[in-house]
């Protein structure tokens, strides 16, 4: 099983900061087969990310994926109010398919 | 507008059983496949299990195999979750996901419900 570790646990930024996340996994995710999803209390997850840096129909073009092998990133360029809530990264690659434990972004 | 709303869940006994629904609307829920994810308390998201557009296969994480079933029926537009022997950890948010493309299983999730918290107690 491919674990994901994400970091920091928790970013605190200010709106207009840059935000980098960190998806780091155990064993090289094949095919870039990387998704990132944004969780707000109370509302649906959304995907934001899929294919390590494929934009989903939706996501502002702040948001902007890299990586390939072990390493991923996720990066807001400018971030907005609305950005602050907890990201995860999912990868699918292997079975079983498994996710990160969250990063945290909240308000500075 | 597409859509995927969870019910029936709630506060069930350990060893108790509690079925999940989720209704879909706006897309053609037939042609796509579907996943259950859950989230515990404090804790990240799980992958639960996966059923075919055609129900024609399905897969369930080792975690609540033999337990868990995924099922739909494609009338009615909902998929279901099936739990039985319910422990205390499986105290959580449970979503239902869609893959992104039709007829195919890609293995990540473009919709999402807002999901059904689930409570393992006595």
């Known amino acids: 099983e491919i674990v994901l570790t994400q970091s920091p646990g928790t970013l605190s930024l200010s709106p207009g900061e840059r935000a980098t996340l960190s998806c780091r996994a155990s064993q090289s995710v094949g095919s870039s087969y990387l998704a990132w999803y944004q969780l707000k209390p109370g509302q649906a997850p959304r995907l934001l990310i899929y294919g390590a840096s494929s934009r989903a129909t939706g996501t502002p073009d702040r948001f902007s994926g890299s990586g390939s092998g072990t390493d991923f990133t996720l990066t807001i360029s400018r971030l907005e109010p609305e950005d602050f809530a907890v990201y995860y990264c999912q990868q699918y690659g292997s079975s079983p398919i498994t996710f990160g434990q969250g990063t945290r972004l909240e308000i500075k | 507008q597409m859509q995927l709303v969870e019910s029936g869940g709630g506060v069930v006994q350990p060893g108790r059983s509690l079925r999940l629904s989720c209704a879909a609307s706006?897309?053609?829920?037939?042609?796509?496949?579907m996943h259950w994810v859950r989230q515990a308390p404090g804790k990240g998201l799980e992958w639960l299990a996966v059923?075919?557009?055609?129900?024609?296969?399905?897969y369930h994480a080792d975690s609540v195999k033999g337990r868990f079933t995924i099922s739909r029926d494609n009338s009615r537009n909902t998929l279901y979750l099936q739990m039985n022997s319910l422990r205390a950890e499986d105290t959580a948010v449970y979503y239902c996901?869609?893959?992104?493309?039709?007829?195919?299983?890609?293995?990540?999730?473009?919709?999402w419900g807002r999901g059904s918290l689930v409570t393992v107690s006595s």
């Open positions: 706006g897309f053609t829920f037939s042609t796509y496949g």
């Open positions: 059923i075919w557009y055609d129900g024609s296969n399905k």
């Open positions: 996901a869609r893959e992104p493309k039709a007829a195919l299983i890609n293995w990540y999730f473009d919709l």
